[in-house]
């Protein structure tokens, strides 16, 4: 038997529910059993529906009037600024639904359950004294273990426990808590946008050990959380959003877990670390220690260090977790795997992928026809600067198929994009903005592409670099490569730069050339390097 079955809603305090509703309702909802009853819809001009686990009932072919909208909102407590209101003593919730007159046009009306061991899976980390975060989508079951965890941290553990309740979904409505939260003590709210300040003074007046908070979800609450947490008092709350990624991607709530903020990394750093020179990182430590995904009733994906789970998905890595799951009363934990595929691009790692292509000036990525994928970018301007450039090429919408990914500057540390990144191998690349200039300029340097220079010279330039490049990445020698006119010493550098290797142009034409050294080689760069940037630059591809 699963702890949800274990003590559910009393059948009295299902029928107070039941006897808000108009007279004709309420027979059709006592021949439903309650214990599966989740909620009540009444809609004007509406058939009147019970949603159950798994189907909804119709109530009645009458459609909902006025009159018996009416009729409930004089059962139950005042609506308050947020729309709910409660039958006292009881968890249950209604929630209405206004036109733009303010009139009441629709009500919810939600069954609340206190229901006993269903903390079951977390109880040890509840009593670690570690701040938990609990994530989930809405109907899950968040408010429901939070109400479980009250009880549990006061009775159980003894410690002294206060609940900030906004909407008197975990403690019930009227001024004497619901028995499910146990000996914890509880705060109303008088408007939803007095949670945070309500939050502070539970910590400031009443000297409580645990605080347990529903429903985080402004930039201020976020704030007051830290304040408490900075207090040393342990803090259990719910927020917005399904997973961690979610949080971490939300702006108004990512403080909760450390914040995120752009760095900018030296050459050196960034060639060290094989990314970009413009990372994500974590900004401060999370206020919450633990963070919990609840995929459903009798499942969860816990994240024991925050921090390092943020790390890791700023970093385009597999969080991990422990999945933890109730099969017949017991409790499985699984640990979820932190291996990912390597970093695309890692010379060590990965060979070249460049081969001289069939088709004119232009060796592509792949043998065959390399797959380009336009993400928060524009895919018909991306179709027509491929077909300008002559690039043996074509557009493709997943970025699962792709090979090479062209994004926004501002998108390219999306963690999605990332793991997508990383499990195919595509190559992904910025633009500043969405021009065709830009993009032609990236694909240009993708696809090895020296306009007006003779097919086959472009080839044996392009061999030419590879055998050097991985002549250099084996055995950790010094390269020179055969003197070339500047459009392909510049194709070249460009091939070279993509293992992080340093290139050094030498001589002055007709032989120039260009010297390809290892990773981290000292390399006394004569002054005529910078010429090579301005001279080959000019008459390079414009």
Avoid: W
């Amino acid at each position: 038997m699963s702890p949800r079955d274990a003590i559910a809603v009393p059948d009295d305090d299902f029928q107070l529910l039941v006897g808000v509703l108009p007279e004709p309702l309420q027979a059709a909802v006592r021949g439903l059993p309650p214990g599966e009853v989740l909620e009540v819809v009444m809609d004007l001009g509406r058939s009147p529906e019970a949603r159950l686990t798994g189907r909804v009932v119709r109530l009645s072919e009458s459609p909902i009037t006025r009159k018996d909208l009416e009729h409930v909102l004089t059962q139950v407590g005042t609506v308050s600024e947020d729309n709910r209101a409660g039958i006292e003593r009881t968890l249950h919730r209604v929630s209405a639904i206004r036109n733009r007159q303010g009139k009441v046009v629709g009500l919810t009306l939600r069954v609340g359950r206190a229901i006993y061991g269903t903390i079951d899976m977390l109880k040890d980390l509840i009593a670690s004294g570690l701040n938990i975060l609990l994530l989930g989508r809405p109907g899950v079951g968040k408010t429901t273990k939070l109400r479980e965890v009250a009880r549990v941290l006061a009775d159980d553990l003894g410690k002294r426990v206060m609940v900030v309740d906004t909407s008197n979904e975990i403690g019930g409505d009227g001024d004497i808590p619901h028995p499910g939260i146990g000996g914890a003590r509880r705060m109303q709210v008088s408007r939803p946008d007095r949670q945070h300040d309500v939050m502070i003074e539970a910590v400031e007046n009443h000297m409580p050990e645990a605080i347990i908070v529903d429903e985080i979800g402004t930039s201020a609450e976020a704030s007051a959380a830290r304040t408490i947490a900075e207090r040393g008092v342990q803090l259990v709350a719910t927020a917005h959003g399904n997973t961690l990624e979610n949080l971490v991607l939300n702006p108004t709530l990512s403080d909760l877990v450390g914040g995120v903020h752009t760095v900018t990394l030296s050459d050196e750093e960034a060639r060290r670390r094989h990314t970009q020179k413009t990372i994500s990182e974590r900004r401060a430590p999370p206020t919450f220690d633990v963070v919990v995904e609840m995929v459903s009733r009798d499942e969860v994906l816990v994240h024991r260090d925050t921090a390092q789970s943020v790390d890791r998905l700023l970093a385009g890595e597999n969080v991990g977790g422990e999945r933890r799951q109730l099969v017949e009363g017991q409790v499985e934990v699984k640990e979820e795997p932190q291996a990912v595929a390597p970093l695309p691009g890692r010379p060590s790692e990965q060979p070249s992928r460049v081969v001289a292509a069939p088709r004119r000036h232009q060796p592509g990525l792949r043998q065959g026809t390399t797959r380009v994928c336009a993400h928060a970018a524009s895919r018909d301007l991306l179709e027509r600067v491929l077909r300008d450039l002559g690039a043996d090429a074509r557009v493709v919408g997943r970025l699962e198929n792709a090979d090479v990914v062209i994004t926004l500057r501002s998108r390219a540390n999306d963690p999605k994009l990332r793991k997508v990144s990383e499990k195919s191998g595509a190559r992904v690349l910025a633009i500043k903005r969405n021009s065709s200039s830009e993009m032609r300029r990236v694909l240009r340097d993708v696809f090895l592409i020296a306009e007006g220079v003779d097919e086959d010279q472009v080839r044996e330039a392009v061999l030419e670099a590879e055998h050097a490049i991985q002549r250099v990445l084996s055995e950790s020698v010094v390269v020179p490569l055969a003197p070339r006119p500047p459009r392909l010493r510049k194709l070249q550098h460009r091939l070279v730069s993509r293992y992080h290797l340093e290139t050094v142009s030498h001589g002055s034409e007709p032989q120039r050339h260009l010297i390809i050294y290892p990773l981290g080689a000292l390399v006394d760069i004569p002054r005529d390097q910078q010429e090579m940037e301005g001279e080959e630059g000019a008459e390079g591809l414009a």
